[in-house]
């Protein structure tokens, strides 16, 4: 047993975002602004009460957590920052629950903002990308000497060992981006929205072999953040609070890929067969996936629903590519996925835009896209960290 | 010297105190792999001790060459003014007979002819006056 019991001992107890959108043109700044005073607003929490921070995407695409304490002028008691990567937004959320629970700040902003086209030089990919430049390579497997770049191609070399391995096939892949576009259809926020068949991704123009360009996240403007505090203060808020019952944190190692689970064989991986076993996000929360109403995921590519699914043990390795298909992870199927449309068709935002649309689904809050009686939702992803929430 | 790295349009490799020994090597045409001494581990990438047994009494030793494909892309998309012209270029992960997997372009190869599991050994590609990188090829004989 843990020295204390953290489950539902912290909760979401506002959530908001700015608008997204695909060339803003506002600073990242401003856009934080927007989703800062939209959680705090949507909390019913006076700006002057927030004392804690955590950033996981700043600078020179988001704004700095100090940045904002400064301009926004918020006296924060504590903060933190990850270096700009989307992977970091449960562990953002877990260090937050920990900060309150420790009695380190009362109500902690954690967010992402990002303004890319505000920015001179492309990032994501070729000589703008800092990945490329770390010793010892970069983290999505980047090798620029030999044009290898962009987190999109260490998707692809998981997705090309993934269709060899288990004889899947890229219009099985197909499933993935469909579902959450017809999602974004049903999202007013959603940037792109117009739905498409899996004719259309197998026709879509090739990024990087095999994934083709409707394999790809958005890229885009935008932040939205939730506030974390300690459940007994959120149920004094506006809205009901939204509990934090399961938390599974962010591995790494020689065996972990940010892509692929172990024994997936990619990188410096072993190979061996996958056993999810009994993640321990569920020994903490006291459910099982067969609980999950809802699963959210980190989508930056589609191949990583396929990951995180087999991953956190909805269907073995190998059957995603099946249990995809036939609907079951779109609204009304067993298990819907990324409801909001994900980075996919909403907007990236690093995966806080997910997070807010959780919260928005445990109060019912949803409109045409409602998961209907949602109570326990899960963030999953095949970089191996979860949250499970429920209202 | 100067005017040949001038010339080379493509992203030069992050050279460190650490993994200097690697590219010195490849200007010698050998591909080498640090090996521990204690527990005789192959790895990459570079590392000031072994991963395994973290001994200090690691050395770098010439590897094999040979290895088998084990996952590729294809970028459609270019990155890097560098590599415009070579759209649609390979870019391969090769599991080396040490164990290892080394990221490189496939040469001699088009790019649906590669296959997982195809036998590769390496060649010396002498990239700039000052620079000599690990490709691969299909191995000559092999099945």
Known sequence: ?391 | MAANQDDYAKPRPAISALNRPYWDALRRRELVLQRCGECGMRWYPAAPLCPRCWSRRIEWTPASGRGRVNSWVVFHQSYFRGFDAEIPYNVAEVELEEGPRLLTNLIGVGAGEIRAGMEVEVVFDDAAADLTLAKFRPRRGAA
């Open chain 1, 1 to 391: 047993m843990p020295p204390f019991d953290l489950k539902d001992r912290a909760a979401i107890a506002g959530a908001g975002a700015s608008a997204y959108g695909r060339r803003l043109m506002r600073s990242a700044i401003d856009l934080a602004a927007d989703a800062i005073a939209a959680a705090l607003d949507d909390a019913g929490l006076a700006r002057e009460r927030l004392d804690g921070m955590i950033v996981t995407f700043g600078s020179p695409i988001g704004a700095d957590a100090d940045t904002l304490a400064q301009v926004l002028n918020l006296k924060l008691r504590a903060y933190n920052q990850t270096w700009a990567h989307g992977r970091f937004t449960a562990s953002a959320i877990q260090w937050a629950a920990l900060m309150v629970a420790g009695g380190m700040a009362d109500y902690v902003a954690c967010l992402a903002s990002v303004s890319f086209s505000g920015l001179r030089r492309p990032m994501m990919g070729g000589a703008g990308n800092s990945e490329g430049a770390r010793e010892a390579g970069g983290s999505h497997g980047e090798d620029p000497v030999f044009g290898m770049t962009s987190p999109g191609a260490g998707a692809a070399l998981v997705a090309r060992r993934y269709f060899e391995r288990f004889g899947a096939t890229s219009a099985q892949l197909a499933a993935i981006p469909v579902a959450f576009r017809k999602h974004a259809a049903l999202n007013s926020a959603a940037i792109m929205r117009e739905p498409f068949s899996a004719g259309d991704h197998q026709a879509s123009r090739f990024v990087c072999e095999p994934l083709h360009l409707l394999d790809y996240c958005l890229i885009n403007d935008g932040a939205a953040c939730v506030i974390v505090t300690s459940a007994e203060r959120a149920r004094d808020l506006r809205k009901p609070p939204v509990h934090i019952a399961g938390m599974q944190p962010l591995p790494a190692g020689r065996e972990e890929f940010i892509w692929a689970y172990p024994g997936f064989g990619v990188a410096q991986q072993s190979v061996f067969d996958y056993d999810a076993g009994a993640p321990p996000v569920y020994k903490m929360a006291g459910v099982g996936p067969r609980d999950i109403d809802a699963l959210f995921t980190y989508d930056a590519f589609s191949i990583l629903a396929w990951m995180a699914l087999e991953r956190f043990g909805f269907c073995k390795p190998g059957e995603a590519a099946g249990f995809t298909q036939d609907g079951r992870i779109e609204l009304g199927g067993a298990l819907p996925m990324n409801v909001n449309g994900g980075l996919l068709s909403e907007a990236h935002i690093m995966g806080w835009n997910h997070q807010v649309e959780i919260v928005r689904q445990l109060r019912g809050e949803c409109g045409p896209r409602q998961v209907a009686g949602a109570e326990v939702i899960q963030w999953a992803n095949a970089y191996g960290d979860s949250l499970i929430y429920h209202r």
